[in-house]
């Protein structure tokens, strides 16, 4: 049937496939991602930034746009383990403008602080009741259109660095790493 998703879940053990969660294991220990492991990686190793939407249609809708991008499922699926996917990365949180939307977002940017280089979390349509990403682009916003909200986001990041460095007057010295033995 067009239109039709269909998710099926399963395990691989033993070279063998067995369909189904199993009736004491739930769907989230297959801690499963929609997106591509490989381009992650790829992405990270060349500092391209990852974007990390709510829902398959909203991921196959920045992929299509040339964005690294995965999703966790829907509101009630993201897993804190999922943060080590992005280590070392800029990410981009697009949350649906929606409260439940909004409160996975700031969940994921708590879970993956410690592991991602930099995050932000972006509402693409901030005037729109439960707007996603996906429905910036239906409402004919471009490619262009999108870079440049992300620059602009990007300079509002980088402008409170700036003013927070200015308010210190002292240089913060890094920390030297200690080598084990």
Known sequence: MPGLKMCVYGKLQNDRFTYGSGHDVGRKSYKAIYGSLQAINKAIAEDKPIFIPEGEKDADTLIKQGCTAFTYGGVNDWQSDFATLVQGADVYILADNDEAGKRVAETIQNDIKTAAKSSKIIVPMPDTPKADI??????????????????????????TVRECTAVHSTAIEPQKRQESR
């Open 134 to 159: 996906t429905d910036y682009f239906s409402a004919g916003h471009s490619k262009q259109e999108f870079e440049k909200m992300l620059q602009q986001e990007q300079s509002t990041v980088k402008k």
